[in-house]
């Protein structure tokens, strides 16, 4: 159990620690572009001060890059970092820089999937109260700059009322700020702060510099037909006001000062995974068409992972075969980035979603979600991600019941109860404290189902190899005790954590998008789902307890031997099409049988897996032993 634990805290740290220098990166780039007009005015230094900081950010910006690991876009970002080098060294135009930087962050962002938007809507009364609690002391109840702590600080506190600084500052930007603060300043980290907090309060001061009639005319922009260029909220976050006007035109600054006062308007329907996952199709669509391969593959796996996998369970209920074709066009989708097949047949794929998705919409419109798909759909969530993991906790309960070693249940019960409470420990991080990619949820169940799925097979051999005769005798004699020492209970232990946690922070994922998804007349069905499938899991459990430990031990043995070696095979099966979501291994379709249910899923990969276990289980049970007979 431990290794496992060691194997998540090592996905988390390495993914925690990697964000945390790509978003220094990203703050250097934001404080360089949006500070240098401070230092030099018309190729002359006004501020030798900040102008030496530019120097000395520059030259860490470059080191950085060259950490970066290798890719074409390294490549791209140190010819960058150098040229932004030479242009602070001339004392170029204040536009010149910020085209270079805006262009790097534009690349890291795109290339290392960082997450630039906020998950909820921000508050900005919530940001009105954390400003007057822990910004007004330096930059002024109104946010002037002018504080009472602000008196000699240098640099002096920003003054958000500024619109000619304000027009070069990101969302994203005062969010990175705030969350990392400035050093060599005054201003702190806020990393006290939760995610929500920090985001209401970069929205509340990103708003300070608009005037009620800027206001205004926005929300005229923003009530006009069809799409608006901000509409997306990626967009929004990242891109400054001096960039939505010279991209999208005059009436663009106006509406992202309405969009980042009155921010809920843009997160109507925002958070429905199928509008996640079109934007994301969207957006590999054109990282490909720009040549970033790796870039648009990543994106298509974000747009299943942390989208339509989130509703699939609801879409099984009122339309399988919509899911099944949706699932299979998404794989064959990134196949063709995977071959780099031509732009236009890629560009139809994305076509071919696009549609597929608006069906899986209009069946999964809350109108058409009648109580019993609601209902089926709690249901089927917990039963197909609970069954696995009862079974091999019931088998593992049974064996120990059965050899009258009660004495190894507490290690039994201590594994799968622990794996719930970090389970929920790791959801509850992933959406307040850190984020956590489908692709590395996905990367860790797939190495936790593999693993369970090696000790399993080694289980169900050692139990059956026990039934030959000479070997039953001398296992007897030797009793069971000598078998089951500490250190096989921890391994007991272990495996029982492993069957359990892999299925849980999953799991809560999917009953907060089903909770989503549903109005809240409904929400109770989602409660009612959950009670019976506990109720039908318990008494699975019961009658294979109650049944099977009435065996002979002799036969009790080999049919658990039999069971924990089928258990073994599904889940490999499963762990190998974790990995494949995951982007780790690849898919190679072939026309055959799919059975979710046993871990059966048409591709090569995880058909040849299953196959070689199934022979080498086949080996051990029926060639070994009469070979071992012949001699």
């Given at each position: 159990?431990?290794?496992?634990?060691?194997?998540?805290?090592?996905?988390?740290?390495?993914?925690?620690?990697?964000?945390?220098?790509?978003?220094?990166?990203?703050?250097?780039?934001?404080?360089?572009g949006?500070?240098?007009?401070?230092?030099?005015?018309?190729?002359?230094?006004?501020?030798?001060?900040?102008?030496?900081?530019?120097?000395?950010?520059?030259?860490?910006?470059?080191?950085?890059t060259?950490?970066?690991p290798?890719?074409?876009?390294k490549?791209?970002?140190?010819?960058?970092?150098?040229?932004?080098?030479r242009?602070?060294?001339?004392?170029?135009?204040?536009?010149?820089?910020?085209?270079v930087?805006?262009?790097?962050?534009?690349?890291?962002?795109?290339?290392?999937?960082?997450?630039?938007v906020?998950?909820?809507?921000p508050?900005?009364?919530?940001?009105g109260?954390?400003?007057?609690?822990?910004?007004?002391g330096?930059h002024?109840?109104?946010g002037?700059?002018?504080?009472?702590?602000?008196?000699?600080?240098e640099?002096?506190?920003?003054?958000?009322?500024?619109?000619a600084?304000?027009?070069?500052?990101s969302?994203?930007?005062?969010?990175?700020?705030?969350?990392?603060?400035?050093?060599?300043a005054?201003?702190?980290a806020f990393?006290?702060?939760?995610e929500?907090?920090r985001?209401?309060?970069?929205?509340?001061v990103?708003?300070?510099?608009?005037?009620?009639?800027?206001?205004?005319?926005?929300a005229?922009?923003?009530?006009?037909?069809?799409d608006?260029?901000?509409?997306?909220?990626?967009?929004?976050?990242?891109?400054?006001?001096?960039?939505?006007?010279a991209?999208?035109?005059?009436d663009?600054?106006?509406?992202?000062?309405?969009?980042?006062?009155?921010?809920?308007?843009?997160?109507?329907?925002?958070?429905e995974?199928?509008?996640?996952?079109?934007?994301?199709?969207?957006?590999?669509?054109?990282?490909?068409?720009?040549g970033?391969?790796?870039?648009?593959?990543?994106?298509a796996?974000?747009?299943?992972?942390?989208?339509?996998?989130?509703?699939?369970?609801?879409?099984?209920?009122?339309d399988r075969?919509?899911?099944?074709?949706?699932?299979?066009?998404?794989?064959?989708?990134?196949?063709m980035?995977?071959r780099?097949?031509?732009?236009?047949?890629?560009?139809?794929?994305v076509?071919?979603l696009?549609?597929?998705?608006?069906?899986a919409?209009?069946?999964?419109?809350?109108?058409n979600?009648?109580?019993?798909a609601?209902f089926?759909?709690?249901?089927?969530?917990?039963?197909?991600?609970?069954?696995?993991a009862?079974?091999?906790?019931?088998?593992?309960?049974?064996?120990?019941?059965?050899?009258?070693?009660?004495?190894?249940?507490?290690?039994i019960?201590a594994?799968?109860?622990?794996?719930?409470?970090?389970g929920?420990?790791t959801?509850?991080?992933?959406?307040?404290?850190?984020n956590?990619?489908?692709a590395?949820?996905?990367?860790?169940?797939?190495?936790?189902?593999?693993t369970?799925?090696?000790v399993?097979?080694y289980?169900?051999?050692?139990m059956?190899?026990?039934?030959?005769?000479?070997?039953?005798?001398?296992?007897?004699?030797?009793?069971?005790?000598?078998?089951?020492?500490?250190?096989?209970l921890w391994?007991?232990?272990?495996?029982?954590?492993?069957?359990?946690f892999?299925?849980?922070?999953e799991?809560?994922?999917?009953?907060q998008?089903?909770?989503?998804?549903?109005?809240p007349?409904?929400?109770?069905?989602i409660?009612?789902?959950?009670?019976?499938a506990l109720?039908?899991?318990?008494?699975l459990?019961?009658?294979?307890?109650r049944?099977?430990?009435?065996?002979?031990l002799?036969?009790?043995?080999a049919?658990?031997?039999?069971f924990?070696?089928?258990?073994a095979?599904?889940?490999?099966?499963?762990?190998i099409?974790?990995?494949?979501?995951?982007?780790?291994?690849?898919?190679?379709?072939?026309?055959?049988l799919?059975?979710?249910?046993?871990?059966?899923?048409?591709?090569?990969q995880?058909?040849?897996?299953?196959?070689?276990?199934?022979?080498?289980?086949?080996?051990?049970?029926?060639?070994?032993?009469?070979?071992?007979?012949?001699?």
């Amino acid at each position: 159990m431990r290794y496992v634990i060691i194997l998540l805290l090592l996905v988390l740290s390495q993914a925690s620690s990697a964000d945390q220098g790509l978003q220094n990166l990203i703050q250097m780039l934001d404080y360089v572009g949006v500070d240098y007009p401070e230092a030099v005015a018309h190729g002359v230094v006004i501020n030798e001060f900040e102008y030496q900081e530019m120097q000395d950010f520059a030259a860490a910006i470059t080191a950085q890059t060259r950490s970066l690991p290798a890719s074409d876009v390294k490549t791209r970002l140190r010819k960058q970092a150098s040229r932004l080098t030479r242009l602070i060294e001339t004392r170029a135009p204040a536009a010149e820089i910020a085209d270079v930087t805006s262009a790097m962050l534009a690349a890291l962002i795109e290339r290392y999937q960082i997450t630039v938007v906020p998950r909820q809507p921000p508050d900005l009364e919530l940001g009105g109260e954390l400003f007057a609690q822990a910004c007004a002391g330096c930059h002024g109840a109104e946010g002037r700059g002018d504080g009472p702590q602000a008196a000699g600080l240098e640099p002096a506190p920003t003054d958000f009322h500024d619109w000619a600084r304000t027009r070069q500052r990101s969302l994203y930007g005062l969010y990175n700020t705030i969350t990392l603060g400035v050093e060599g300043a005054a201003m702190p980290a806020f990393q006290n702060l939760s995610e929500h907090e920090r985001w209401s309060l970069a929205f509340y001061v990103g708003q300070l510099a608009a005037d009620q009639a800027m206001v205004e005319e926005g929300a005229a922009v923003w009530k006009q037909p069809g799409d608006p260029p901000l509409a997306d909220l990626k967009t929004l976050a990242t891109t400054t006001p001096a960039e939505a006007r010279a991209q999208y035109g005059e009436d663009a600054a106006a509406l992202m000062a309405y969009l980042r006062t009155y921010p809920a308007s843009l997160f109507e329907g925002q958070g429905e995974p199928l509008t996640y996952t079109r934007d994301r199709l969207a957006e590999s669509l054109a990282l490909y068409r720009d040549g970033e391969t790796q870039a648009a593959y990543q994106a298509a796996i974000t747009a299943y992972l942390e989208g339509f996998e989130l509703v699939e369970s609801s879409l099984d209920t009122v339309d399988r075969d919509l899911r099944i074709e949706i699932e299979e066009a998404m794989t064959q989708y990134r196949n063709m980035i995977r071959r780099e097949a031509p732009e236009a047949e890629v560009s139809a794929q994305v076509e071919q979603l696009h549609v597929l998705l608006g069906a899986a919409r209009q069946q999964l419109n809350p109108g058409n979600l009648t109580g019993w798909a609601v209902f089926a759909a709690s249901l089927v969530i917990l039963l197909r991600e609970g069954l696995e993991a009862l079974l091999v906790v019931v088998a593992l309960s049974a064996f120990m019941i059965k050899t009258d070693r009660r004495y190894g249940m507490p290690y039994i019960h201590a594994g799968w109860i622990t794996a719930l409470a970090i389970g929920i420990v790791t959801w509850f991080a992933a959406a307040y404290l850190i984020n956590i990619s489908g692709a590395e949820r996905e990367l860790t169940e797939g190495i936790a189902a593999l693993t369970a799925a090696g000790v399993l097979f080694y289980v169900g051999f050692w139990m059956h190899n026990k039934t030959h005769a000479q070997r039953w005798q001398g296992f007897i004699r030797g009793s069971v005790e000598r078998a089951l020492g500490r250190g096989t209970l921890w391994a007991l232990a272990g495996l029982s954590f492993v069957a359990v946690f892999r299925e849980v922070f999953e799991t809560i994922l999917f009953y907060q998008a089903l909770w989503l998804q549903i109005s809240p007349t409904d929400q109770d069905l989602i409660l009612a789902g959950m009670a019976v499938a506990l109720a039908v899991l318990a008494i699975l459990a019961w009658l294979i307890m109650r049944y099977s430990i009435r065996l002979p031990l002799k036969q009790f043995f080999a049919a658990t031997g039999i069971f924990l070696f089928i258990l073994a095979v599904i889940l490999a099966g499963k762990g190998i099409a974790a990995l494949q979501e995951a982007g780790k291994l690849p898919i190679d379709p072939v026309p055959f049988l799919r059975i979710e249910l046993l871990g059966i899923y048409p591709n090569l990969q995880s058909l040849m897996l299953q196959l070689a276990m199934v022979l080498l289980a086949l080996t051990l049970i029926f060639v070994v032993p009469r070979l071992r007979g012949a001699t």
